[in-house]
Nanobody, 128 residues
Framework: DVQLQASGGGLVQAGGSLRLSCAAS????????IGWFRQAPGKEREGVSS????????YYEDSVMGRFTISSDNARNTVYLEMNSLKPEDTAVYYC?????????????????????WGQGTQVTVSS
């Protein structure tokens, strides 16, 4: 079974840092892409960052560029999202999701509908 386990959320003051982890199992990790999404109360789920595992290609949403860093540890089948200089507007439930290769190709998307599997969320709260 495919499993994605997100962890690392918490309560932090503005300007602080958190590192989220997404542990994956049940699929060929290096034939996938992993995305981080977030959803604040009353808002739609939005893409934050993603990484194609095979070549490390990354994407960052404009509001997190320069503050967040996504990385993968292929030996541990885990993707990390290092979040620095956190702002109150970063407060949300953060989800990781996986998109799997089709015909040997991983197509990295930015919309939730383009991902195949989802983990449970982890709450990030940034106080002002």
């Amino acid at each position: 079974d495919v499993q994605l386990q997100a962890s690392g959320g918490g309560l932090v003051q503005a300007g602080g840092s958190l590192r989220l982890s997404c542990a994956a199992s049940g699929f060929t990790f290096d034939e996938s892409g992993i995305g981080w999404f977030r959803q604040a109360p009353g808002k739609e789920r939005e893409g934050v960052s993603s990484i194609k595992i095979s070549d490390g290609e990354t994407y960052y949403e404009d509001s997190v560029m320069g503050r967040f860093t996504i990385s993968s540890d292929n030996a541990r089948n885990t993707v990390y999202l290092e979040m620095n200089s956190l702002k109150p507007e970063d407060t949300a439930v953060y989800y990781c999701a996986a998109v799997l290769a089709r015909y040997g190709i991983v197509v990295m998307g930015r919309r939730p509908s383009e991902y195949d599997y989802w983990g449970q969320g982890t709450q990030v709260t940034v106080s002002s």
